[in-house]
T-cell receptor
Framework: GQQLNQSPQSMFIQEGEDVSMNCTSS?????WLWYKQDPGEGPVLLIA?????ELTSNGRLTAQFGITRKDSFLNISASIPSDVGIYFC??????????????FGKGTKLSVIP | EPEVTQTPSHQVTQMGQEVILRCVPI?????FYWYRQILGQKVEFLVS????????KSEIFDDQFSVERPDGSNFTLKIRSTKLEDSAMYFC???????????FGSGTRLTVV
């Protein structure tokens, strides 16, 4: 099946620092999604990207859909303690056959030191 | 903001028992999904459901699993005879269309003992 490589696996940063994480795939995706998961909770959608090259912001979060459609990054600016959690990228390949499933990366665990 | 609701939040069951996990998707959504997440691992696709039938399923979704939409609001996942390795968080999700991001529920933590 399709695989997403997400990096880094974990990050420890100081409050106020900027954060960057990315995902790459060996195959093309039509949609890239970024989710955040808090302990014991379900993933919460942060940003959805639908077009190659698209750059979208949601508050302090910015994500881009790579031109090749095989990668995406998520930036968090001026991190705060509540940014702590696990961030997942997910890709959707809406092929001609109409695949319905999301493929998730393994997650980036973010820790923010006050 | 509309939510996907899952019950129970935690279920403990003995190996070999049947469990039913319940979900109420967002009311105007058309696509429904079950995903699972083994502790500390990534979220994995199980099954998608559209127009009252399974549209896609993964290798994980074997004959022990089934899904049902018994009425206009509920969407259930049944595991017929649970195994220890079925212990995981099970997430229900729904979306308005294939091109839109999914909304996930808070999950049911299934523990098989």
């Amino acid at each position: 099946g399709q695989q997403l490589n997400q990096s880094p696996q974990s990050m420890f940063i100081q409050e106020g620092e900027d954060v960057s994480m990315n995902c790459t795939s060996s195959s093309i995706f039509n949609t890239w999604l970024w989710y955040k998961q808090d302990p014991g909770e379900g993933p919460v959608l942060l940003i959805a990207l639908y077009k190659a090259g698209e750059l979208t912001s949601n508050g302090r979060l910015t994500a881009q859909f790579g031109i090749t459609r095989k990668d995406s990054f998520l930036n968090i600016s001026a991190s705060i303690p509540s940014d702590v959690g696990i961030y997942f990228c997910a890709g959707h390949n809406l092929s001609g056959a109409g695949s319905y499933q999301l493929t998730f990366g393994k997650g980036t665990k973010l820790s923010v030191i006050p | 903001e509309p939510e996907v609701t899952q019950t129970p939040s935690h279920q403990v069951t003995q190996m070999g028992q049947e469990v039913i996990l319940r979900c109420v998707p967002i009311s105007n959504h058309l696509y429904f999904y079950w995903y699972r997440q083994i502790l500390g691992q990534k979220v994995e696709f199980l099954v998608s459901f559209y127009n009252n039938e399974i549209s896609e399923k993964s290798e994980i979704f074997d004959d022990q699993f089934s899904v049902e939409r018994p009425d206009g609001s509920n969407f259930t996942l049944k595991i017929r005879s649970t195994k220890l390795e079925d212990s995981a968080m099970y997430f229900c999700a729904s979306s308005a269309g294939l091109q839109y991001g999914y909304t996930f529920g808070s999950g049911t933590r299934l523990t098989v003992v």
